[in-house]
């Protein structure tokens, strides 16, 4: 698409613009020049406006159907557009004319390129080599069996029921491949929208995404080079070929290698020097105009150079975070509002004597068709459920961005008419409004958390090892959770599992990666990752040899979709519980250091969904103090406030193993309430009773327990006793009791402000409270089928 400089000198401009009566800010067209052209800058600025603001009116009330941000870019275009509002003469001749929507689109088609980079810089080629049989023969199928089956309808229609020209006969090929694409960037655009991306089924989706988008990308290029054989010269042709071959050549030779050299001038921990990243988009710039001057279309070079950039930290992740909020919210919508304003349903009246659109309207429903059976077909085969092999087919038949992108380049240069550009935008609009919300119905990534198997600590056989799946933000989580670990008192007779998961953000890649550090396997990258978490806690093993078996496992993710490989790890290794840091840190004079809300998000999304018991530990400071709190000539003193419920007496069950450690002085503090009121069950009662008396008689030594039972009338005296008591000790453990009112915490839950630590605990974590101790909040499994 060609641009033109619009505004014209000031001697040129010859009158004022009459504005309409419902026109209240003629100062945005001051000015029109003698061909009726208003300035152009003010213009695009209103333009830009104007889709940003109906794009997001639209999506905040669509949302809740399920509607994705990209279906009401879409829709903002065809109101826009000449079928509907594009009627009026204000949009008409003034907004949106074509000479405004042509600079409009020359910015648009510059986002598209930086969008296309991106997507090439956070594509992780790798993924190639670790795709399971689902994801290759899902991948192959949703591109190879439409393709075939289309090239073989197309013949048929062509050869016995239209009559199409010679140039219409050559074009249709391209069209019928264009159907079949599977997008990577559309599918993964998709898996971010549904938040699934984590899940067995977005992995699934990535892969076979990325596999099926190989091949597409090789199909296309090999069409656009014969393209270009076709409409031009062979010196020209082999001009393009050869250019084309060469720029691929030196990305890979030079380019890549380049990257890899500023990774290794980049200290660690250290951002990437801002000359480097310059350097990188004058390159990209210029990859987008060669690329563009040898018919490739400005978006080849880019995506290709995109793919050179080593995705991730430190390199990715920076080009990420400078280029990526500009273009995902301000100059995608642009593209896609601007590539949709084109189409004109008023056209279809057409319909039934062109021979060229009937028969690319059959071609768009049998490639889908196609496209979704076969879709369906491999996971079956592959012994996947009907429903999750459903998802699967939906989410590769959706079409997106690239599809949009592809049907308005050839309906720029000609290759196909209106008529079949508005069937090929409805099959768009369609798929990707029926797809998201037909995935959403089918596929529920938490109910598979959910089973008969009662997975906690209280029901955990005599001398069964312990599993305990711990969660590292960073390395001052480190000290406390080893600490803690140590003072559930692992031995030969009561061992200790533990699972490792270091938790590191995603930036500057697609894909998420897991990795297992188990018998020390080569990570997937050349990324060293987790490397002082693996010394820690192999430390921590070497001093409880026999009694403590470790596996350590890192994951690198965004924060909203962690918690879908903590639950599924805990799933897989049948943990007992999960242990999480607070998203507070506190200094050891008893201050707030840092906050990340990002940790607490996560923090409430898997107390939600896990398949077992979740603890969440606030350090202190204090518990974290060194790399042993169990010195053989030091004592550490625990309490337990118990106010009954299935998750005090969880949190009675961790204390079990405290007991058995004599250097351990634990204390249980029951409060209870000095009247009758009080929402509990006559049978949890029941319950409560006889947990705690056969944990004082019957699994603790009573000399190293000592029981203390308070009567508090309201949580002002619960407040008044926790205060008094809160300094004796280095750890407390409550029960998190959420939405489970009684007396004794009667005026305190109004005041709570982190929710997922109950009231109790969200009464010691209080920065008011002046508590020195480490607190450790208890939640009981609550995902279990009925």
Known sequence: MSSRNLTLPQENITECIEFPPNIHS???????????????????ELQMVLVFFMTKGFYSVLRYLGVPRFTTQIITGLILGPTFLGKLPVLKQYLFNLQSQEILGVLSEFGYGLFMFLIGVKMDLGMINR????????????????????????????SSYFKLTADEMFKLPFMTATHCLTPFPVVACLLEDLKILNSEIGRLGMSAALVSDMFSVFLLFLGTLAKMVEESSARRSMLGIGSSIGYIIVVVAILRPAMYWVIRQTPENRPVKKTYLNIIIIVVLSSGVLSHMYGQGFHF????????????????????????????DVLLPIFVTISSIRTDFLSLKYFKTDAFTQVNGILILVALVAKFLASIAAPLYCNMAFSDALAIAFILSCKGIVNLAAYTNFRDNQTINDPTFVLAITSVLATATVAPIAVNFLYDPSRKYAGYQRRNMMHLKPNAELKILACIHRSTNMPAVINLLDAACPSIEHPIGVYVLHLIELVGRASPIFISHELQKKTVSNVSYSDNVILYFNQFVRENLGAVSLSLFTTISAPKYMHEDICTLALDKVVSLVVLPFHRTWSIDGSVESEDNNIRTLNCSVLDRAPCSVGILVDRGYLGRSTSIVAPQSSFYVAIVFLGGKDDREALAFAKRMAKDPTISLTVIRLVSTTNEGVDSDWDSVLDAEELKCFRYNDVDERYLLYMEEAVKDGPQTTFLLRSIADKYDLIIVGRRYEVQSSQTVGLSEWSEFPELGTIGDLLASPDFNCRASILVVQQQRMMRQ
């Not at 689902?134 to 309808?153: E, Q, Y």
């Not at 290709?304 to 909020?325: C, M, R, T, Y």
């Open 301 to 328: 070079g880019p995506f290709i150079l995109g793919l050179a950039v080593p995705a991730g930290p430190p390199l990715g992740s920076a080009i990420e975070a400078n280029l990526g909020l500009f273009v995902s």
């Open 131 to 158: 795709t399971g049989q689902k994801a290759l023969c899902s991948g192959i199928a949703c591109v190879l069996v439409p393709l075939v089956v289309g090239l073989l309808v197309q013949t048929k229609l062509t």
């Open 26 to 44: 003629p100062g945005l067209f001051k000015y029109k020049t003698a061909a009726g052209i208003p300035y152009t800058l003010p213009n695009l």
